[in-house]
Structures are given as C-alpha cells and as structure tokens.
C-alpha cells in the first residue's frame, strides 16, 4: 500500500534490540537509532573540528536514524546469527535488500529518490556510512556499560568484542569520542 511508509516505520519502537540477552532495561530500535543519529552527528562534528574534515553533519544524522528501519520487516537479528558465516551474511543482506525496497514501495514516487539512500548507500556519502558504523558501535559499547553499572554480568563478553571492534574501525573521530567522552558514561547521575 503506498502512502503507508511513515506510519509502518512508526513501529521501529516495537522492535526490542538484544534479544538474546538479560537486559536490565529493554532497548527499542527506536532508541537506538536516535542514539546513533546523535552519535554519528557528534563524530561528523568532531571530524569537521579536530580534522579538518567537510562532512554534513546534519546528513549523517539523518542517514543514521534511518539505518535499522529495514529491521521493522526482518527483526533484530543477533549478531552471532547474522554474521554466522558468509554464506549467512549474504543471505541475510538479500533478505536486508529486500525489506529496503518494500520499504521504499511504500512511498510516492516523487520522494522514493530522496529516501532510496537511507537504505541503499550512495557512493557520495561513504565517509559518512563509516562514522554511522563507528556511531552504532559506540552505541552497542555504551548498552554494554549501562548493562554493567546495573549489576548485568551478561554483557561482559559483549563490552570486550566491541571494545575491540572501535579499537579496528581506524576511525580518528570515534577515538576523540572514546577518550573524551565515553568516560562519563560511567558515572553516575549525581556524578554528571
């Protein structure tokens, strides 16, 4: 049905992240994806400032609360299943494809152009995909420590492997965002 777009990615917040973990406090996907939207405005913001960079901020933050809206058709696939093995990951990245494009067939025409890159990424916004990439791992980092300070054992192994993941991204804005601010993640509200 078209015209139904806006009111089927409404029900992001319906989709609950993590499921194959105790959580202390459920996440939607929804959540997350304004997390990552500020996240990933935060990290154009500090490339354009520390490193001279010319990223649009404002896009990338755009593009990021979009970036897990297909997960509305196809769930929140976890992580070990997703990335299993390749022949998994290929096939989840049709099926992945395939939510994008029911997605997009839910609108007009005349705006499928200006939606078609928040789900099928454009060459000119690569540099901008990285810093979501390095945004939606830092959010996953920050669950982890929330997790933690809540007594949550659970997401032990979870904080280490993405720790680790950060550490790879060789992404210099993301490693501004780690020292600088990551830490008061963990304190506490009287603390803050």
Not at 20 to 44: I, K, P, Q, W, Y
Not at 52 to 71: G, I, M, V, W
Not at 73 to 96: L, Q
Request: glycine share 2%; hydrophobic share 40%.
């Amino acid at each position: 049905m078209n015209n139904s777009f806006f009111a089927f990615s409404s029900r992001i917040k319906y989709i609950n992240r993590w499921a194959l973990m105790r959580n202390t406090r459920t996440e939607s996907l929804a959540e997350h994806s304004l997390e990552v939207a500020t996240l990933a405005h935060a990290l154009a913001v500090i490339g354009n400032k520390r490193f001279s960079k010319n990223y649009n901020a404002e896009r990338a933050a755009a593009l990021a609360l979009y970036h897990d809206t297909p997960e509305i058709i196809t769930g929140d696939m976890p992580t070990p299943v997703k990335y299993n093995s390749d022949r998994m990951r290929s096939e989840f990245k049709k099926i992945e494809d395939n939510a994008c494009e029911r997605l997009l067939d839910m609108l007009p025409e005349d705006l499928k152009e200006d939606f078609s890159p928040m789900f099928f990424k454009d060459e000119k916004d690569k540099e901008l995909w990285v810093l979501i990439k390095a945004a939606d791992k830092l959010s996953a980092l920050i669950k982890c420590i929330e997790e933690r300070k809540a007594g949550n054992s659970e997401f032990k192994m979870a904080e280490k492997s993405t720790k680790q993941i950060i550490k790879k991204l060789d992404c210099p804005e993301c490693n501004v965002f780690v020292e600088e601010f990551l830490p008061a993640y963990e304190l506490t509200l009287d603390q803050l």
